[in-house]
Antibody, heavy 122, light 108 residues
Framework: QVHLQESGPGLVKPSGTLSLTCTVSGASITRHYWSWFRQTPGKGLEYIGSTFYATTATYNPSLQRRVSISLDSSKNQFSLSLTSVTAADTAVYFC????????????????WGKGTMVLVSS | EILMTQSPATLSVSPGDRATLSCRASQSISTNLAWYQQKPGQAPRLLIYGASKRATDIPVRFSGSGSGTDFTLTISSLQSEDFAVYYCQQYDNWPPVTFGGGTKVEIK
C-alpha cells in the first residue's frame, strides 16, 4: 500500500522560504508523477506543481516565479520550495501521487498525504 | 485557467436518501473530470475519474455522469460515512488542474 507523509516547519516568517518534504513508501519515486497541492478556506484546493523522475517539473503559472519541486530517488522523497512567502501562503499543504504509472500521467491523484499546516507569520 | 463551479454549496440530506451534486466547467473538458471526497482533517479521496469511472474500492452507490461542461455526482443512498465535502477537479487543460469550491453534504 502506498503511503505519503509530508514533513517540514509549521511556521515560516514572511519573505522567507517554505520548504516541505514528502516521503513515499510502498512505491518507487521513479515510477510515477508526484504533485503538491495546498488548501485554504478562502481559495480552496490549489495545484502547486508536479514532477517526474529525470524530467523538468511543471508548475502552476500563478506560482511559477516562486516555486521549485525536486525529487531525491535515493531517499524516495520529493520536496517543495516556495520563496518570498506571505500570509497568503498560509495553508494546508498536501503531497499526492498521480494515478498513472510513469512516464504517463493522468493528473488526477489516487493517493494523498494527510497534509501539513504551514503558517506564515512573524 | 478553467473555472470549476459546484452547486449547491451545502446539501442537507437524510440518511438513505439520494444526493445529487453538480459541477460546471467554464469551457468544455470532455470527460476529464474527477470527484473527490474529503472529511475534516483528512486528505481528499478519489471517488470518480473520467467523469463516470469509479476508483478502486469505491462503493457502487457513488456514480458520476456528464461530459463537456456539466457533470453530476450522485450518491444513491446516503450512509453515515458519506457526510463530507465533495470536490470536482478538471484535468483536461493544465497547468493548472483546477478544483471546484466544494459541496458540503450534511445531515438533514
Amino acid at each position: 500500500q502506498v503511503h505519503l507523509q509530508e514533513s517540514g516547519p509549521g511556521l515560516v516568517k514572511p519573505s522567507g522560504t517554505l520548504s516541505l518534504t514528502c516521503t513515499v513508501s510502498g512505491a518507487s519515486i521513479t515510477r510515477h508523477y508526484w504533485s503538491w497541492f495546498r488548501q485554504t478556506p478562502g481559495k480552496g484546493l490549489e495545484y502547486i506543481g508536479s514532477t517526474f523522475y529525470a524530467t523538468t517539473a511543471t508548475y502552476n503559472p500563478s506560482l511559477q516565479r516562486r516555486v521549485s519541486i525536486s525529487l531525491d530517488s535515493s531517499k524516495n522523497q520529493f520536496s517543495l520550495s516556495l520563496t518570498s512567502v506571505t500570509a497568503a501562503d498560509t495553508a494546508v499543504y498536501f503531497c499526492a501521487k498521480d494515478s498513472a504509472p510513469g512516464p504517463y500521467y493522468n493528473f488526477y491523484m489516487d493517493v494523498w498525504g494527510k497534509g501539513t499546516m504551514v503558517l506564515v507569520s512573524s | 485557467e478553467i473555472l470549476m463551479t459546484q452547486s449547491p454549496a451545502t446539501l442537507s440530506v437524510s440518511p438513505g436518501d439520494r444526493a445529487t451534486l453538480s459541477c460546471r466547467a467554464s469551457q468544455s473538458i470532455s470527460t476529464n473530470l474527477a470527484w473527490y471526497q474529503q472529511k475534516p482533517g483528512q486528505a481528499p479521496r478519489l471517488l470518480i475519474y473520467g467523469a463516470s469511472k469509479r476508483a478502486t474500492d469505491i462503493p457502487v452507490r457513488f456514480s458520476g455522469s456528464g461530459s463537456g461542461t456539466d457533470f453530476t455526482l450522485t450518491i444513491s443512498s446516503l450512509q453515515s460515512e458519506d457526510f463530507a465535502v465533495y470536490y470536482c477537479q478538471q484535468y483536461d487543460n493544465w497547468p493548472p488542474v483546477t478544483f471546484g469550491g466544494g459541496t458540503k453534504v450534511e445531515i438533514k
